[in-house]
């Protein structure tokens, strides 16, 4: 009889593990197919059909412009002092267009690489060669336009309308080409979801059947395995009891019986990986910084409760970080990133603060009561990012053959505010954390870098509770994107009394400029900018200030100037390349 449960266990076992990976295998075949699908079109055939859509933008605008440029010939001749500003903005537009070219290709022909499966039929076969084919028409179109701007500066009126129909009918055919070819990418985009949508159906369903019959297996099974494992659930139950009251030393010993030996095998693997997870839990309790241990520990309350203090957060991120993903050996990428975080983190907790979290390649940080005291924290902060500077300085230096000449820099955004500080997260994972506005505002500060060209940028609360320790040059009067007050921005440059006099000449130069910016009077203020500009390397802040007072003097901000510009684009580059 022992042998006939024994060959019928066997049998429903052998039966359970051949189903269980007969349906594993379907399920992950679906899966691999229905993400390849997903993938396709995420990753190369939106971005394809995205990067035409705004090439069309791009060319209907700059189509638009062309017609402002010839409206302006025929009124007021080809002398007319807003011609040159009108071509400058038609060279700005070839320049999104050429990107926004650039793009889709580079998509089109990562797709064929990378999934060539998709690439290789329908409406995607020779996608990348057709991006090749609308680039060079564009370019046909950016000759005919560079032609006609030519003909125009040299009084040849007769010959640039005959242009300027020539630019008009390259122009129609492309605009009607990139409309087929982005219907064709949505059809395609919509017919590939809707296959995966049918996909999906039927792999729930089919699972949901494997699952019902890997149920009535289960049952099965458990039937089989009942009157043999009393004894063992009971010694089992005695040495989990064991266990839980903390003798992560016990172990079972069912030699000679076969299947409940593995299970013995199998606690004892368990209690082993206990005592050894128990000691890596040890060791990883290392890892929080001891300011907020001690803390904890002399306050029974901060362990569960959080409260409102003014802090000061710091965010650093690092630039072209994901150029280096994809271009380093992870071998290599994780000697630096082990090099940077240290570079980013040890001036932190040199100057009295605490690091926050680590998000990706970003650095968070604060500073405040009960860590320092309640004047000082902006000032440690500030000192904290001028040391980060340097640190990432050395270590471009070192890295220098890695890096080469892609622009990795950091950007550091510091903010000080009301925050909630505490014990944050859930009954089973808490972190000692800040969130409030002002880590927000810390994240548009560091972004704002982007606009000006600068590395540390500060918040007016900032730059007023250290200014007796920190240089700063104040920059600029805002209202950035996503926020509905103004923001006065500061630019940290150096430590109290660690400014050249040089240094503070070219500072002393921008914020009177600044001023006479703020007060709407350009001609006092323009001078000054180019100075700013001519004196210590090129200033991109004191140029974007030249940019916008041009636009200004255009009307570009349909509003009564009143010293505070409101930056409606994310980054505000186009006032520089403008």
């Known amino acids: 009889m022992l042998r006939t449960v024994r060959a019928k266990f066997l049998g429903v076992a052998a039966f359970f593990v051949v189903w269980l990976v007969v349906a594993t295998g379907f399920s992950v075949i679906q899966s691999l197919g229905i993400n390849g699908d997903l993938e396709a079109v995420s990753r190369y055939v939106t971005p394809v059909k995205d990067a035409l859509s705004d090439v069309r933008s791009r060319q209907l605008e700059q189509i638009s412009l062309i017609d402002r440029y010839m409206r302006v010939v025929e009124n007021e001749g080809p002398d007319a002092p807003l011609l040159s500003g009108i071509e400058i903005e038609i060279d700005a537009k070839q320049t999104q267009i050429e990107q926004a070219f650039r793009k889709a290709f580079t998509s089109a022909a990562l797709g064929r690489a990378q999934a060539s499966g998709h690439f290789e039929q329908g409406v995607l076969l020779d996608l990348d060669v057709r991006m090749r084919e609308f680039a060079d028409i564009a370019a046909q179109f950016n000759l005919g336009v560079e032609r006609l701007l030519s003909r125009v500066r040299e009084g040849d009126l007769d010959d640039a309308q005959r242009q300027e129909n020539l630019v008009r009918g390259i122009h129609r055919n492309i605009v009607l080409d990139l409309r087929s070819e982005i219907l064709l990418l949505e059809k395609y985009s919509s017919e590939t979801v809707e296959n995966v949508s049918a996909r999906e159906d039927f792999l729930i369903q089919a699972e949901f059947i494997m699952m019902l019959a890997a149920v009535v297996i289960g049952i099965s099974f458990a039937y089989y395995l009942a009157q043999a494992v009393v004894k063992a659930v009971r010694d089992t139950t005695n040495a989990l009891n064991s266990v839980q009251s903390g003798k992560l030393d016990t172990s079972l010993d069912f030699k000679g019986k076969g299947d409940f030996a593995r299970l013995a095998d199998a606690f004892n693997r368990m209690t082993r990986e206990l005592r050894v997870r128990f000691r890596m839990r040890e060791r990883f309790g290392k890892y929080i910084d001891p300011k907020i241990i001690n803390n904890l520990l002399s306050q ?111 950007r550091i955004g510091i903010a000080t505010g009301e925050v909630v500080v505490g014990s944050i997260g859930t009954d089973k994972s808490r972190a000692y954390t800040v969130v409030g506005d002002c880590v927000n505002y810390a994240n548009r500060l560091e972004k704002a870098n982007r606009i000006y060209g600068t590395q540390i940028l500060a918040s007016h609360e900032t730059a007023s509770m250290a200014a007796g320790e920190i240089e700063m040059r104040d920059l600029d009067h805002v209202v950035l994107l996503g926020t509905e007050h103004v923001v006065y921005l500061y630019e940290v440059l150096a430590q109290s009394g660690q ?60 509003r009564e100037w009143n010293g505070t510009w409101i930056v409606r684009d994310p980054y505000e580059r186009r006032d520089v390349e403008s």
Request: glycine share 6%; hydrophobic share 40%; net charge negative.
């Open 499 to 558: 400014l050249s006099d040089e240094r503070r000449d070219w500072r002393k130069t921008y914020e009177t400029a600044i001023a006479f910016y703020r007060e709407g009077d350009f001609d006092k203020a323009q001078p000054l900018f180019e100075e700013v500009q001519e004196g210590i390397g090129s200033d991109f802040a004191a140029q974007l200030m030249l940019n916008r007072m041009e636009r200004l003097q255009r009307r570009e901000q349909d």
């Open 300 to 410: 029974e309350t901060a362990l569960e409760t959080s409260q409102k203090r003014v802090m000061t957060v710091s965010v650093v991120n690092l630039t072209n970080f994901d150029w280096m993903a994809e271009h380093i050996p992870p071998e290599k990428l994780v000697d630096f990133l082990n090099d940077y975080l240290t570079a980013m983190t040890e001036p932190i907790a040199n100057h009295s603060g605490i690091i926050d979290n680590f998000v990706g390649d970003r650095v968070i940080g604060f500073w405040g009561p009960p860590f320092c005291g309640e004047k000082s924290h902006a000032g440690h902060a500030c000192l904290a990012a001028l040391e980060q500077v340097a640190r990432f300085n050395a270590l471009k230096t070192k890295y220098a053959d890695l890096i080469g000449d892609h622009g990795l820099d950091i």
